[in-house]
């Protein structure tokens, strides 16, 4: 079950249990695993930021992450929760099928965009 940050876990454990439990199935219904999302507060300043800077360097508009990044949890979840505005951006997916590996020229993009919202974000044109 997919939860959004609004949802508390027990109540949705509740509800599935009455279903199952309407249906007749002789089933057990727990939870095994739960790590809690959150959304986090303005992002707009942000998020400017991170377009001006990949404008800067690869021009354009950053793509959007896939949702099997974006479904996951993720250590941004640690920032949002204690109110600190952040975003998701990187130099792209790496650890699917196996592969845990990123380029090094990526990298390098990757630490350039960051010094860029960084001096941005800190009121630096």
Known sequence: VRLTPSQAPMQVLRELRSVVGSLGLDATVDVFGYRR??????VT???AAVRFAH????GGEPKRPGP???????????FAEAGIPCVMYGPGPSI????????SADL??????YALIALRVAGHE
């Open 68 to 78: 099997a990044i974006t479904s996951m949890w993720r250590d941004l979840n640690a």
């Open 108 to 113: 390098v993009s990757a630490a350039r965009a």
């Open 37 to 42: 999302g959150f959304e986090s507060p303005d």
């Open 96 to 103: 699917g099928a196996g592969n845990f590996a990123i380029a």
């Open 55 to 58: 404008a800067e360097l690869f």
């Open 45 to 47: 300043e942000v998020a």
